[in-house]
């Protein structure tokens, strides 16, 4: 059983940054892939990044691609979402996800992942 726990949202003006952190345990998640996601109210949740266990393959969901970044530092079994130049349409509730195996553009698929975190929700203001 792997329990992840987010944190680091809140509320920002448009143009600001945010980085949320999804903390691991129960077991190690180094080898596992780690996904966020995403939910607005009204809204299905959408994927935005993931990144493999060693780092070298991330996927971004284009309406964030140069704004956003994944890492993870698996020494610490905690993945992170830097997120800058905000804009209003990524007022959401962010969930981070994780799966021992995912295979290629499936990463973008939510019931692909096992695990989920209980979420934290971004605002972002004018």
């Known amino acids: 059983q792997v329990q992840l726990v987010e944190s680091g949202g809140g509320l920002v003006q448009a143009g600001g940054s945010l980085r949320l952190s999804c903390a691991a345990s129960?077991?190690?998640?180094?080898?596992?892939?780690m996904g966020w996601f995403r939910q607005a109210p009204g809204k299905e949740r959408e994927f935005v990044a993931a990144?493999?266990?060693?780092?070298?393959?991330?996927y971004y969901a284009d309406s964030v691609k140069g704004r956003f970044s994944i890492s993870r530092d698996n020494a610490k079994n905690t993945v992170y979402l830097q997120m800058n130049s905000l804009k209003l349409e990524d007022t959401a509730v962010y969930y981070c996800?994780?799966?021992?195996?995912?295979?290629?553009?499936?990463?973008?698929?939510?019931?692909?992942?096992?695990?989920w975190g209980q979420g934290t929700q971004v605002t972002v203001s004018s």
């Open positions: 990144m493999t266990w060693n780092g070298v393959s991330t």
């Open positions: 129960g077991r190690t998640v180094s080898s596992d892939i």
């Open positions: 996800a994780a799966d021992r195996s995912i295979p290629g553009l499936r990463v973008r698929i939510p019931h692909e992942y096992e695990y």
